[in-house]
């Protein structure tokens, strides 16, 4: 019950809050939408990587074992989403916006807390879950941007268009930074530093302007999919690669803890920029949001065992 509680109290309300203003704006005010999106992709989340990565601690060996879990995770999860979508009969977009509602996850300002209160602030399972958000903030600059627009341009024109972001060259550059121990002045690192403060809140305006602007029909059956993968067929999905890699102990319970948290907001970030089903995106991150009070807490109790 306390994790229930401290879920609802200092995840869910909090994230309702930041995503009700900004639906509370869309209706005052008509935000430009897209303008907000183009905030979150060129200025708030190459800040917030640059100093998530240049600000990190952790070693190669750990570096490599969550690497490991995470391409044989991502391997398994895909290959089940895929044979749903298939199985559903999914074209077009809302393939690419099912993918992304399911792979892409909260492994920021919902994991981190949720890590810090489940392992008492243990170092090295928060630095676990750091790894973790910088491969979450990388793939949907990559991935995530080829799935929603395969079925309408050549890959040609998806490379042009992942170049264009520049997270695809923070990611380098930070890690050049940090283990050439290679100083950032003061006076561009402060600003960095502001810059990167700004995302949750603006990703997550972004999120109540798409809901304060959208109409209500997507079919509920279809984002009740894309929460039942997310938040339960995921969390089993690591599960099973914990057992077959052999990882136990606080490894391992960090790791299915981190596949569990309900859909990011990279999702519905790339379905607004890119025009892809954005009403379905950004259902599936408020609901998966509510539900995961609920199926979280029960992981929590699971992963004990490992």
């Not at 309900?262 to 609901?287: G, R, Y």
């Amino acid at each position: 019950m306390s994790y229930f509680l401290h879920i609802l109290l200092y995840n869910v309300i909090p994230l309702s809050i930041m995503i009700s203003v900004g639906a509370v704006l869309q209706r005052a005010f008509k935000l430009d939408i897209r303008t907000l999106s183009k905030l979150n992709f060129y200025l708030f989340s190459p800040a917030i990587l640059f100093v998530m990565l240049y600000e990190s601690t952790f070693t190669v060996t750990v570096l490599l074992e969550v690497l490991l879990f995470f391409v044989l995770f991502y391997a398994a999860l895909i290959a089940v989403v895929e044979a749903v979508m298939r199985l559903r009969g999914f074209q077009g977009g809302m393939r690419g916006a099912m993918r992304n509602s399911v792979i892409f996850y909260n492994s920021a300002n919902f994991a981190i807390p949720l890590n810090q209160l489940v392992f008492a602030n243990n170092p090295f399972t928060l630095s676990v879950q750091l790894i973790i958000m910088v491969i979450q903030s990388v793939i949907p600059n990559t991935f995530g941007i080829y799935s929603v627009n395969a079925h309408r341009m050549e890959l040609r024109q998806i490379l042009r268009t992942i170049l264009t972001f520049p997270v695809i060259y923070i990611v380098p550059l930070a890690f050049l930074f940090k283990f050439a121990q290679i100083p950032v002045p003061e006076s561009v690192y402060i600003p960095l530093e502001y810059i990167s403060q700004g995302f949750i809140a603006t990703a997550l305006v972004t999120l109540g302007a798409q809901l304060g602007n959208m109409k209500w029909s997507i079919s509920m059956s279809d984002v009740l999919l894309s929460n039942a993968l997310r938040l339960l067929v995921s969390p089993a999905i690591g599960f099973g690669i914990v057992l077959l890699l052999g990882y136990h102990g606080p490894l391992a319970q960090a790791l299915v803890l981190s596949c569990a948290v309900p859909t990011s907001l990279s999702s519905v970030l790339l379905a607004v920029e890119f025009e892809n089903e954005p009403d379905f995106a950004s259902q599936a991150v408020f609901s998966s949001t509510l539900f995961s009070i609920v199926t979280v807490t029960f992981v929590i109790a699971f992963i004990g065992g490992l």
